[in-house]
DNA sequence: ATGTGTTCCTGTCCGC
DNA sequence: TGCGGACAGGAACACA
């Protein structure tokens, strides 16, 4: 799925269209993603205004003139596509609903929100917005990776003591919110830390660099769009373009890019995921 | 409590 | 071209 930056660069696009905007039709398409869709979903959307587009970790919430809010994930493959726009304004036409379209937004200003995922691992759920934080799928979720509580006391203080390699614990979304496979992987290779090394043995000064790390791989990413993969688009159907700036990701068996570094990348599998890393310049 | 493996679903790519 | 298997930006869940 989109991590941290994908979704961010979503919300980014999908603010000048929906916020501050009615919607005036909500087609839903089927009954669930993940998870069946809360009673009365259309009904609920249906002429409330977005009053404030959110992100929480790889979550976009919109805040409505109900008190509702919606609360929106895109799983591995979700997509948000904005259509009926030209030119910087709205004419009325879109395109007819393509496969894995489950559910469409009509704003009065006539841009339509498409939401589209084929391996629906996505999901929308409703909630009183004065109860969101608390809402189970959000509550138990750690400090934005580039806000003030999340910092180099905290980290080490949550990685004393883990057996799991430090791959594993950083995509823990209850240690830390966003990242994902991706991110991780080039996260430790700029650190030079081994994605098997055990959370809790790594030397505190070592485990610290990965806060300023972390902070600049997600802002960069943010900055280019996110990366573009195999279903990551923008909401205006670009692509990000930081995959272009992958060291590890997906490098099997090219040259690893530390200066002075002769390795290659390799792939190993993690708890079911891949880890891309160089085993000479990650230690 | 932590750590790991399985599962949900569809699409794509690669080797035979 | 077809077919089977591996794999894919996630994360809840079941179980050691």
């Known amino acids: 799925m989109p991590e941290l930056p994908e979704v961010e660069t979503v919300r980014r696009g999908l603010?000048?269209?929906?916020?501050?905007?009615?919607?005036?039709?909500?087609?839903?398409?089927?009954?669930?993603?993940?998870?069946?869709?809360?009673?009365?979903?259309?009904?609920?959307l249906t002429d409330k205004r977005v009053e404030r587009l959110r992100r929480r970790s790889k979550y976009i919430l919109a805040?409505?003139?109900?008190?509702d809010t919606l609360i929106i994930h895109l799983g591995m493959s979700g997509r948000m596509l904005?259509?009926?726009?030209?030119?910087?304004?709205?004419h009325h036409e879109h395109p007819a609903p393509e496969k894995h379209d489950h559910v469409v937004l009509d704003m009065e200003n006539g841009a339509r929100v498409t939401f589209?995922?084929?391996?629906?691992f996505g999901a929308m759920d409703l909630i009183?917005?004065?109860?969101?934080?608390?809402?189970?799928?959000?509550?138990?979720i750690g400090p934005e990776p580039l806000g003030n509580a999340f910092d180099e006391d905290y980290l080490l203080a949550r990685l004393k003591g883990r057996n799991a390699p430090i791959k594993t614990a950083l995509l823990d979304q209850r240690l830390v919110a966003?990242?994902?496979?991706?991110?991780?992987?080039?996260?430790?290779?700029?650190?030079?830390?081994?994605?098997?090394?055990?959370a809790g043995e790594?030397?505190?000064?070592?485990?610290?660099?990965?806060?300023?790390?972390?902070?600049?791989?997600l802002s960069e990413a943010i900055e280019a769009g996110g990366s573009s993969l195999r279903d990551h688009r923008q909401t205006s159907g670009e692509l990000g373009y930081f995959q272009h700036t992958f060291r590890a990701y997906d490098r099997e068996g090219k040259p690893c890019q530390t200066t002075g570094c002769t390795g290659q990348i390799r792939r190993i599998v993690q708890s079911g995921?891949?880890?891309?890393?160089?085993?000479?310049?990650?230690r």
């Not at 805040?63 to 008190?67: A, E, H, I, R, W």
């Not at 009183?128 to 138990?140: E, I, K, R, Y």
């Open 128 to 140: 009183a917005t004065d109860q969101a934080d608390a809402h189970w799928l959000l509550s138990g």
């Open 15 to 44: 603010e000048p269209v929906m916020s501050g905007h009615v919607i005036v039709n909500a087609d839903i398409r089927r009954p669930d993603l993940r998870w069946p869709f809360p009673e009365h979903m259309a009904g609920r």
């Open 178 to 198: 966003g990242l994902g496979n991706i991110y991780v992987c080039e996260v430790l290779h700029r650190a030079g830390i081994s994605p098997k090394r055990k």
């Open 202 to 217: 790594i030397a505190a000064v070592r485990v610290r660099s990965l806060v300023p790390i972390i902070r600049q791989v």
């Open 82 to 90: 904005i259509s009926g726009q030209m030119l910087g304004q709205f």
């Open 273 to 282: 995921r891949s880890s891309f890393y160089c085993a000479q310049c990650q």
């Open 116 to 120: 589209n995922d084929a391996r629906r």
């Open 63 to 67: 805040d409505l003139s109900s008190g």
